[in-house]
């Protein structure tokens, strides 16, 4: 069964930064794309970066463009978001998403992140 871990979730201030982590655990099956959405409360859940596993090619939402950098960690079957200068407006619970060849997507339980003004 695979799962989906995030972590580094937490309080800080605007113009602050924080690094999320999500390690995929639990089977061999390998995912296509991976990414990072978020969802604030009263909102829709919202694509904030995505990354294409062979290759590494990324790309990012625009109002999180120059701020947040999504990277892989093949060694340790991690995806990373730098996320730098941070607003109010990223407070969001933060979800990784994991998409194999076949269309399958995974999901972990998502990490909060509160920016303070």
């Known amino acids: 069964q695979v799962q989906l871990v995030e972590s580094g979730g937490g309080l800080v201030q605007a113009g602050g930064s924080l690094r999320l982590s999500c390690a995929v655990s639990g089977s061999s099956v390998s995912m296509r794309f991976m990414g990072w959405y978020r969802q604030a409360p009263g909102k829709q859940r919202e694509l904030v970066a995505r990354?294409?596993?062979?290759?590494?090619?990324?790309s990012y939402a625009g109002y999180v463009k120059g701020r947040f950098t999504i990277s892989l960690d093949n060694a340790k079957n991690t995806i990373n978001l730098q996320m730098n200068s941070l607003k109010p407006e990223d407070t969001a619970i933060y979800y990784c998403r994991g998409t194999t060849a076949s269309s399958v997507t995974y999901w972990g339980q998502g990490t909060q992140v509160t920016v303070s003004s």
């Open positions: 990354i294409i596993i062979r290759g590494g090619y990324t």
